[in-house]
Each structure stands twice: as C-alpha cells, then as structure tokens.
C-alpha cells in the first residue's frame, strides 16, 4: 500500500504561482511513475504531468507546457509540481498518483494509488 498526501494548493490571483507537493508513505516510490491529475467541476480528471521514476522523462498536458514543471526527490519520496503564470482555467482540485507498473502513462487507469487531492484556485 501507499499513502499519498498533497499539499501547497490554495487561492493565488492570476499570474501568480504555486508549487504542489506529494508526498509518499508505506512503500518508496523510488521506482514508480508518478502523475499530478486535476478535476474541474464538471470536467473529466485530466493529467496535468507525469514523471518517470528516474525524473529523465516527463509528459505534460499541452495547456500548461512552459508554465508549469513535475520534478521529484526520490530521497524524500517526494514529488513536485511547480506552476507559475496561473490562469483562472487552472482551478481544479490537483491530485497526485503513483503507477506501480512499468513506464509513464498519461491516463489515469493506469495509476494504482491516489492521494486526497489539494485544492487550487485561481481569481482573475
């Protein structure tokens, strides 16, 4: 089993930045894939980034390339996501996931353990 806890989320104007983080518990993740999801109200959960267990590669969602950065310490069985120039479309409540199986995903069915989710929200 892993525990996955987020924190960081909050309100930030636009423009404005925040980093996420995700930490793990139970088991390392040193190994494992690791994914930031975001749901709208209304909308369908989406991957935002996603890293691989080394950090050597990386998959971000298209509306937030150049603004937005995964990174992880597998030392503190930690994952980031660092966002700047916020937008008020990226309000959503951010969640973290661990793939426990071989090689990056970008869909969500393919992630094993998921954290409670932290909230962001964005005002113009």
């Known amino acids: 089993q892993v525990q996955l806890v987020e924190s960081g989320g909050g309100l930030v104007q636009a423009g404005g930045s925040l980093r996420l983080s995700c930490t793990a518990s139970g088991r390392t993740i040193n190994n494992y894939a690791m994914g930031w999801f975001r749901q709208a109200p209304g909308k369908e959960r989406e991957l935002v980034a996603a890293?691989?267990?080394?950090?050597?590669?990386?998959s971000y969602v298209d509306s937030v390339k150049g603004r937005s950065t995964i990174s992880r310490d597998n030392a503190k069985n930690t994952v980031y996501l660092q966002m700047n120039s916020l937008k008020p479309e990226d309000t959503a409540v951010y969640y973290c996931?661990?793939?426990?199986?071989?090689?990056?995903?970008?869909?969500?069915?393919?992630?094993?353990?998921w954290g409670q989710g932290t909230q962001v929200t964005v005002s113009s």
């Open positions: 890293i691989n267990w080394s950090g050597g590669a990386t």
């Open positions: 996931a661990v793939k426990t199986t071989y090689g990056l995903s970008t869909s969500g069915l393919y992630y094993d353990y």
